[in-house]
């Protein structure tokens, strides 16, 4: 009847997440990382964790080694993992993410999972993407469309307008000149109930910032 099938329309799941858990102890904030604050709003409240080598105390998830530029001075942040349960077995096939807004951001990174609780990355789990970052990715351009690849902060007025980026007259109020960026990547369907965002090394070797990571299945693409 020349109708449209709404059976097989794309169906967009983002995933909860119902615990965190991440592989330094001195990591803290994980929950930061799946509250949606820089998603959801347009002027993000910004709450990040901050894996700073520069830090006192000598963070452990900093190492000094041959790799590492900066090993006589603070050390380098590698290997550092987030574990998303995501309460039972579900099916991924994208990941988005956001970093600090030039180069205080993951630079190489992976994602594994597992359904087996003591299972790790390289100890069981199953390597599912190795990706790398972009170093400066998406920024609001001011008079540009809002297609569908820019991110909402950027779109006050919505998609029928254009991008906004001095938004001191709204509601809240900022100017997104240092907006953190999103990353987005996509892969084979996976199901696993354990999912490890791993972040090998980043563009900045000793300081990295992350806000959000968001798993989903037929939404980011």
Not at 2 to 12: E, F, L, T, W
Not at 41 to 52: A, G, M, W
Request: with cysteine.
């Amino acid at each position: 009847d020349g109708g449209i099938d709404i059976s097989s329309a794309p169906v967009c799941v983002r995933h909860a997440v119902a615990a965190c858990q991440t592989s330094n102890a001195d990591i803290e904030g994980c929950e930061r990382l799946y509250d949606r604050a820089e998603f959801a709003l347009r002027c993000p409240e910004l709450t990040r964790i901050s894996l700073n080598c520069r830090s006192s105390g000598e963070p452990s998830y900093c190492v000094r080694d041959a790799d590492c530029p900066e090993s006589e001075a603070f050390g380098c942040v590698e290997e550092s993992w987030f574990r998303f349960d995501l309460g039972a077995a579900r099916t991924v096939s994208e990941l988005r993410f956001i970093g600090g807004w030039w180069a205080d951001r993951p630079r190489d990174y992976e994602l594994w999972t597992t359904d087996d609780p003591t299972a790790l990355p390289g100890e069981g789990a199953t390597l599912v993407y190795e990706g790398r970052a972009t170093m400066n990715p998406h920024v609001c351009i001011e008079g540009d469309p809002c297609t569908s690849d820019v991110p909402d902060g950027c779109c006050p007025n919505g998609r029928s307008q254009p991008q906004v980026v001095d938004q001191s007259a709204f509601t809240p109020a900022c100017v997104l000149g240092d907006h953190p960026k999103i990353d987005a990547a996509s892969f084979r369907a996976t199901t696993g109930r354990y999912w490890f965002y791993v972040i090998k090394n980043g563009y900045f070797d000793d300081r990295i910032w992350l806000y959000e990571v968001e798993l989903g299945d037929g939404c980011f693409g």
